[in-house]
């Protein structure tokens, strides 16, 4: 006969470890490990340096491990506290969403938003949405963190632990909710002095390249389109990111793709040009993507507006045209 399986799911959170730890201790911990200093992390969280050193003995004792070891004149972390320092800062950012939980945003309060994006969305797009942030609530902080921070780490489950989203384009996300932002054309680019008037197969396969690294050893899309069409670059110059381009273009004969809008924007001030190519690249479409968990979070909410209302006009109208 068979036996019927219980539906309960198994609790998410070991209630019993819980209990065995003041959460309060969560603070001391995080300052202990900010500072790497007693008596500095006691001033920062307004306690006695004695009150902290007990502090110190229990979370040594709960965790089996010294957290903090003397070197001379300074204290180190050891290995177990460099990988507890993220996961701290979060849990402690998850407490204050609940703790300060509330059916609207309160736009004279502290917050902090977190988001993921590029060095090039970021110079194009951000400025708008920090200039609306500061207008509506003075209170608010936008912390910026690129993506190549967050290699090796699950975007969508980072994105549901400690960050309000992430700028990116489609096709690197699936299952998430989005508000495009940003259009974007990926197009040849060269020093502004250069004398030629268009690049021919000829010419991609024999100038040297500046090529943008977008990850571990994974070029943009717009480059893997060239490599696509059998092109096989002569490689000087492996950048992270687009914004250090320009500076290898400049005053030389390297070729690199880009997206069109930055050349646009800064191409006068970088020294450097769109030329037309062999074909027409793809376009480029970004969006802000959020995790579901945060949908109905008032803060967000509020966050997400902005975004919709500072977003770029191509944005809006690919957007539409869905």
């Known amino acids: ?9 198994a609790p998410l959170i070991d209630h019993a470890r819980l209990r065995r730890l003041d959460l309060n201790l969560l603070h001391s911990l995080d300052s202990l490990l900010r500072e790497r200093n007693v008596s500095r992390a006691a001033a920062s969280v307004g ?17 089996d491990d010294e957290l903090l070891v003397r070197r001379g004149n300074q204290y180190e972390l050891t290995s177990l506290a460099k990988q507890l320092g ?3 800062t979060d849990a402690l950012r998850a407490v204050d969403r609940v703790i300060g939980a509330k059916t609207s945003f309160d736009r004279s309060t502290e917050h902090e938003f977190t988001v993921v994006c590029s060095e090039v ?12 942030m500061q207008e509506a609530a003075p209170a608010t902080t936008l912390r910026v963190v690129e993506p190549g921070q967050l290699r090796g780490v699950d975007i969508a489950d980072h994105l549901a632990a400690s960050v309000d989203g992430v700028f990116l384009p489609h096709g690197w996300l699936s299952g998430l909710e989005s508000i495009d932002v940003l259009v974007d054309q990926w197009v040849f680019a060269v020093s502004i002095d250069d004398p030629a008037e268009r690049l021919d197969l000829d010419d991609l396969n024999t100038r040297p390249w500046v090529v943008a690294q977008v990850g571990d050893r994974e070029v943009a899309r717009g480059m893997q389109q060239v490599l696509s069409a059998g092109v ?7 950048v992270s990111g687009s914004m250090s381009m320009p500076f290898f273009l400049r005053n030389s004969r390297r070729v690199a793709v880009m ?32 995790h579901q968990s945060r949908r109905d979070d008032p803060a967000h909410r509020w966050l ?6 500072v977003r770029d006009a ?9």
């Open 232 to 238: 096989r670059p002569r490689t000087e110059v492996i």
């Open 47 to 63: 306690v006695s340096q004695p009150v902290m050193s007990a502090a110190l003995a229990r979370l040594r004792r709960h965790f």
């Open 259 to 290: 997206g069109r809008r930055l050349i646009e924007e800064m191409g006068q001030l970088y020294g450097i040009r769109e030329i037309p190519g062999p074909w027409e690249l793809d376009t480029l479409r970004t969006a802000f993507w959020w």
């Open 86 to 88: 993220p996961a701290v």
């Open 1 to 9: 006969m068979a036996v019927a399986q219980s539906t309960q799911e």
């Open 314 to 322: 191509r944005g809006a109208q690919a957007a539409a045209a869905e």
């Open 304 to 309: 997400r507006t902005l975004v919709h209302d």
């Open 121 to 132: 969305v970021a110079a194009m797009l951000l400025p708008r949405l920090c200039l609306a």
